[in-house]
C-alpha cells in the first residue's frame, strides 16, 4: 500500500471525523465531571442490601420519626468541672443553635458525671446540604463556647460530613496527580513531548466519555455513586487507556520500522494490537461485572461504574489514538523518530530467540534460557514467602473514627466524647421489638454488655426517663415498639460491634422478630456482607480469566498457569500490605471491602500484562518454534509492559492523596501489586516456566503438538493471523 495509492479519505478523512467526534464527547463529558456529586452518596447505609438486619431495623426506624433526620453531637469540653456560671453561658448555646434551624427540637445541654462538658444532640435534616449545614453549626459553636473550653460537633452529622469533605479533592487535585505522574513517565519512556500529549488526551477524553456514561447510569437511578467509586473511576479510566495506548504505540513504532507510510503502519498497528487489547478490556470488564454478584450495594455500584470506563478506555485506544497517529505520522516520535529498517533486519531469522537484542531485555533472555527451573522455582519462593504477610491483615473493618486519615473535628470530637460520656451517645443501637414483649426485651437491653442505658422512645423520638413531664408511654407501630440502646464503646468500634452481636442474641431469647440496628449494626453488617463477598466473587473471577484466556492463547496449560501465577502475585501484594499497614503506617486495620477489590484490580489487570505477552510470544512461537519464541516476545514486550505497569502504579498510587484510609490502603496494594507483577512475575516467572515446559504450554493446540518448532501454515492462514 504505497503513500500515493492510499485513498484521501482514509489517509485524512476517518482520523479527522474520529477526532472531532471525540472532542465533541470531550466538550459534553468534562463539564459534566463537576456534576458527579449531584448524584452521589456516601450514606453507608443506602450500600446495604435488603435483607441485612439494619437495613430491616432501619426501615421499621423509619415509620417511628416524621422525618429523616441525622443527629449531629456537639461537646463543650473543659478541664476542670463547670462552675455555675460557665454551666449558663454553656447552657446559652442552645438558642443559637436553634436560630439556625437545621431539623427538630436540640437536645442538651446534658451535663457529664464529670461535671467536665455538656454535650448537645442537635438533629439535622439528611438532605446534600448536610455538609453546608455542619459548617454553620461549627461556626456558631465553637466561638460561642465558654472561654478557655473547646467544642466539637461530632456524631453521625459531624462525621459524614468530615467524610465528604475528604472526598472533595477527587474532582481536582486526584486527576491532577495522575495525570502529572503519567506524562512525567511517557516523557522519560519516549523523550518525546507530543507522544505523551497524544496519549494523555486519549485518556483524558476516555475519561470524559465514561464521566457522561456514568453520569447518565445515575441519573436513571441504574446504579449507586459513591466517593470510592468516583475516585476509583477517574483512576482506572487514565491507567488503563494509557496502557491500551502504549501497547498502540509500541506496534505503531514497530511498524513504522517496516514502511515509510503512516497510514499502513496505523492499519498494521492496529490489526496487531487488536486482539490483546480487546481480549484485555474484556477480561477487565467482565471481571469487574462480577461484583454484581456482591450483596453491598456500593460493590454492586462499582462493577458498572469501573467496567464503563474500561469500555471508553477500550473504545478511544482503538479509534482516538490510532486517528491522532495517522495524522502525525513519525512526527509523534519527533525528535526521536523511528528509522526504517533494512529488508534483512525487519524479521530476523532466530536459532535461539536472542539474535538481534541488546540491553536490558538481552540479560533477561539470557538468564531465563540458561537458568528457566532456577529462575521460576526463586520466584516462586519469593512470593510464598511474601504471601506470609496475609496471616496478618486485619480486614475486618475500622472505626469510622480511623477512616478519615486528615485532620476531623468530628473525630476529635468523639475522643472528647468518649472522656466524659457513655462513648455511644449519640449513635444509639436501635433495638425493633414486639409490643407484646417490649418491656422483657428492654429488661434484656438493660442487662446486656456493653449497654450503658436503654430506653423505650415516645412518639416524635422523644426517650421515656420516667423524669416528671416525659412522656410515659412508647410509640407504637404495627405492633413493634423501639428501643434506644446507649452502649459504652464508642458507636464505630470493633468492641461496639460485638456488643451489637451479643445483644441480638440475648434479645431473640424473648422476642424472636426482635431487630437490632443503627449505626454499629450497618457497620457491622456492611463489614459481614463484604467477607461473604469476598468468598463468592473470587471463585467466579477466576473462572472467567481463565475460560478468556483459553480462548485467546487456544490453550489450556498456559492460562492455568498464567491464573495461578497472577493469584500467587495477588497474595504476596497482599501479604507485604499487611506488613507496610501494621509496621510502618500503624493502622488499626483494613476496610472489609479491601481485599476484595485489591483482588478484582490486581488480577483483571495482571491478567493485561499476561495478555501483553503470551499473545505477543503465541505470534512469534508461530513462526520461530515455541522457546526462541519466548524470548522473542520477551524481549519486544518486556519495554511496553514494564513502562504500562509503572504508569498504572503511578496512577494507582495518586489516590493516596486523597485522605481516606480504604482509598490509601488500596492504592498501595494495587500499585505495589502491579509492579511486582510487571518487574518478577512477568518479567521472571511466567517466561521462565514457559521456557521449561517447552512446546507443551499450548497443550492441545497443534502448536503444543509441534515440539518447539515452528507451525508452517498456507498463505491463506498466514494472512488470516495477522496481528495475532
Not at 540458561?370 to 504477610?389: D, M, T
Not at 467466579?540 to 496449560?557: A, K
Amino acid at each position: 500500500m504505497n503513500a500515493q495509492k492510499v485513498p484521501f479519505w482514509l489517509r485524512w478523512l476517518v482520523p479527522l471525523v474520529l477526532v472531532i467526534t471525540w472532542l465533541g464527547i470531550a466538550g459534553i463529558g468534562g463539564p459534566t465531571f463537576g456534576r458527579l456529586s449531584e448524584v452521589s452518596s456516601n450514606d453507608q447505609a443506602s450500600f446495604l442490601p435488603a435483607g441485612a438486619e439494619a437495613t430491616e431495623a432501619g426501615e421499621w426506624q423509619a415509620k417511628f420519626r416524621d422525618s429523616e433526620e441525622i443527629p449531629a453531637v456537639v461537646i463543650v469540653e473543659n478541664d476542670a468541672p463547670f462552675t455555675p456560671a460557665q454551666l449558663a453561658q454553656a447552657a446559652k448555646l442552645k438558642g443559637d443553635i436553634e436560630a439556625l434551624k437545621l431539623g427538630s427540637a436540640v437536645v442538651g445541654p446534658i451535663p457529664s458525671q464529670d461535671s467536665k462538658a455538656v454535650q448537645f444532640i442537635v438533629p439535622m435534616a439528611s438532605s446534600d446540604e448536610l455538609r453546608e449545614k455542619v459548617k454553620e453549626l461549627r461556626d456558631v459553636v465553637q466561638p460561642g463556647a465558654p472561654d478557655g473550653m473547646k467544642a466539637f460537633v461530632t456524631g453521625p452529622a459531624g462525621l459524614t460530613a468530615d467524610l465528604v469533605n475528604a472526598f472533595g479533592g477527587i474532582d481536582g487535585i486526584l486527576l491532577l496527580v495522575a495525570l502529572g505522574a503519567v506524562f512525567v513517565i511517557l516523557l522519560l519512556v519516549y523523550r518525546s513531548v507530543v507522544l505523551p500529549l497524544a496519549v494523555l488526551f486519549t485518556s483524558v477524553f476516555a475519561l470524559c466519555a465514561a464521566i457522561l456514561l456514568v453520569f447518565g447510569m445515575a441519573k436513571l437511578g441504574w446504579i449507586q455513586l459513591n466517593g470510592q467509586s468516583q475516585g476509583i473511576l477517574s483512576i482506572l479510566v487514565i491507567g488503563a487507556a494509557t496502557d491500551y495506548a502504549l501497547l498502540f504505540v509500541a506496534r505503531f513504532r514497530e511498524a513504522l520500522t517496516h514502511t515509510t507510510n503512516r497510514t499502513r503502519a496505523v492499519i498494521t498497528a492496529w490489526k496487531a494490537s487488536f486482539e490483546p487489547i480487546v481480549a484485555s478490556g474484556a477480561t477487565v470488564i467482565i471481571a469487574l461485572l462480577c461484583l454484581l454478584f456482591s450483596d453491598l450495594n456500593s460493590n454492586k455500584a462499582l462493577g458498572p461504574v469501573a467496567a464503563a470506563g474500561i469500555l471508553c478506555s477500550l473504545f478511544a485506544a482503538l479509534t482516538l489514538l490510532p486517528a491522532l497517529m495517522a495524522l502525525l505520522g513519525r512526527a509523534a516520535f519527533w525528535p526521536f523518530r523511528p528509522k526504517l529498517l533494512p529488508d534483512d533486519e525487519r524479521e530476523p531469522e532466530l536459532v535461539t530467540g536472542l539474535e538481534g537484542q541488546k540491553g536490558l531485555w538481552k540479560g533477561v533472555g539470557t538468564l531465563v534460557s540458561k537458568r528457566p527451573r532456577v529462575v521460576w522455582i526463586a520466584s516462586v519462593l519469593l512470593l510464598l514467602v511474601a504471601s506470609a504477610g496475609v496471616l496478618q491483615l486485619k480486614a475486618n473493618g475500622v472505626p469510622q473514627t480511623d477512616v478519615i486519615l486528615a485532620k476531623s473535628d468530628a473525630v476529635d470530637g468523639q475522643d472528647a466524647l468518649a472522656r466524659h460520656f457513655d462513648a455511644g451517645s449519640g449513635s444509639p443501637a436501635v433495638v425493633v421489638a414486639s409490643q407484646g414483649a417490649a418491656q422483657q426485651v428492654l429488661d434484656k437491653v438493660k442487662a446486656a454488655d456493653g449497654v450503658g442505658d436503654a430506653y423505650f422512645l415516645a412518639d416524635g423520638n422523644v426517650p421515656i426517663t420516667g423524669a416528671p413531664g416525659a412522656p410515659s408511654e412508647p410509640a407504637v407501630r404495627d405492633g413493634r415498639v423501639l428501643i434506644n440502646a446507649t452502649l459504652n464503646s464508642a458507636a464505630d468500634s470493633i468492641e461496639a460491634e460485638n456488643a451489637v452481636k451479643a445483644l441480638r442474641t440475648e434479645v431473640r431469647d424473648v422476642d424472636s422478630q426482635a431487630l437490632v440496628g443503627g449505626v454499629t449494626a450497618t457497620a457491622l453488617d456492611t463489614n459481614t456482607t463484604a467477607q461473604r463477598d469476598l468468598v463468592v466473587i473470587i471463585p467466579v473471577v477466576l473462572v472467567v480469566i481463565l475460560f478468556i484466556l483459553m480462548l485467546l492463547l487456544r490453550s489450556v496449560v498456559a492460562p492455568v498457569l498464567l491464573v495461578l501465577s497472577v493469584v500467587l502475585s495477588y497474595a504476596a501484594a497482599l501479604g507485604v500490605s499487611a506488613w507496610v499497614f501494621n509496621g510502618i503506617f500503624k493502622f488499626s486495620g483494613a476496610d472489609a471491602t479491601v481485599p476484595l477489590f485489591g483482588f478484582v484490580f490486581l488480577v483483571a489487570l495482571g491478567v493485561d500484562y499476561n495478555i501483553f505477552l503470551m499473545s505477543r510470544v503465541r505470534e512469534e512461537s508461530l513462526k520461530h518454534g515455541t522457546r526462541p519464541g519466548i524470548l522473542r516476545g520477551l524481549a519486544v514486550t518486556g519495554g511496553v509492559i514494564t513502562s504500562a505497569g509503572v504508569v498504572l502504579a503511578a496512577t494507582f498510587a495518586a489516590l493516596g492523596v486523597i485522605p481516606i484510609m480504604f482509598l490509601v490502603q488500596l492504592a498501595f496494594i494495587v500499585a505495589f501489586g502491579v509492579l511486582l507483577d510487571t518487574v518478577l512475575v512477568r518479567s521472571l516467572l511466567v517466561p521462565a516456566l514457559a521456557y521449561d515446559i517447552g512446546a507443551k504450554i499450548w497443550w492441545p493446540s497443534k502448536l503444543g503438538r509441534s515440539s518447539g518448532e515452528p507451525v508452517v501454515r498456507a498463505p491463506e492462514e498466514e494472512q488470516a493471523s495477522v496481528g495475532r
